[in-house]
């Protein structure tokens, strides 16, 4: 256990629902990020919060939302997804140094 | 059919073997650096870290060695296990201290022989 967790661990989606995964960290840290990770490309940033304020968006896809309540919780909002989304979803937080990644959500749309 | 994904690079050692893993890395003002561990259908599980003015860190089982003069970090196991195979990534980090983001690299593939 790193002390971050994602929740749902597996999703199926359609390209018209909406739904929303989630990140907890119980680590005191003030960073948190959002991750895509596919079969065809590397490790990719896309949100980036800092004291519960964005602070990096990289151009991704406004059908991606993200929201940060707290520094503790921290939420990705999905609606009108493409196949081509279908990935695994990282959350991580950072506190000094150290990143530590949850175990991730594995989202498949249809 | 043929698969189309990302093309890792693959190392495979016989267990009991020690395996070494290289990542090259772009930036000369990369301040800190981080291997991690990623299992199939798992997150990135942290392993070892080490900060630009070390140049070797061990912990068990693995060290970590940076040569800053050609931008190069390697990642040593001792007496590889089966539980050893999985992907390892490295991860520099672009200055700015704590506010900055991490940098991947794409990922080496280790598979263990028995």
């Known amino acids: 256990e790193t002390g971050v967790t994602q929740t749902p661990r597996h999703l199926v989606m359609g390209m018209t629902n909406k739904k929303s995964l989630k990140c907890e960290q119980h680590?005191?840290?003030?960073?948190m990020y959002w991750y895509k990770q596919s079969a065809k490309k590397p490790l990719e940033l896309m949100f980036v919060?800092?004291?519960?304020?964005?602070?990096e968006n990289n151009s991704v896809p406004s059908r991606f939302s993200p929201e940060c309540p707290n520094s503790s919780h921290l939420f990705l909002h999905l609606h009108t997804l493409q196949p081509e989304d279908s990935a695994l979803y990282l959350c991580?937080?950072?506190?000094?140094?150290?990143?530590?990644f949850g175990p991730g959500t594995r989202l498949t749309v249809l | 059919g043929e698969s189309v994904g990302l093309h890792l690079p693959t190392l495979s050692v016989q267990e009991g073997d020690n395996s070494i893993i290289n990542c090259a890395y772009s930036?000369?003002?990369?301040?800190?650096f981080i291997w991690y561990k990623q299992e199939s259908g798992k997150g990135p599980q942290f392993i070892i870290d080490i900060r630009s003015n070390m140049d070797k860190r061990q912990g068990q089982r693995v060290t970590v060695l940076l040569n800053k003069t050609v931008k190069h970090l390697s990642l040593q196991i001792a007496a590889t296990q089966p539980g050893d195979s999985a992907v390892y990534f490295c991860a520099e980090n672009r200055g700015g201290g704590s506010q900055g983001n991490l940098i991947f690299g794409k990922g080496t593939k280790l598979s263990v022989k028995p």
């Open positions: 680590l005191g840290h003030n960073a």
């Open positions: 930036n000369s003002a990369s301040d800190y």
């Open positions: 991580a937080s950072r506190g000094s140094d150290t990143q530590y």
């Open positions: 919060y800092s004291l519960e304020e964005r602070v």
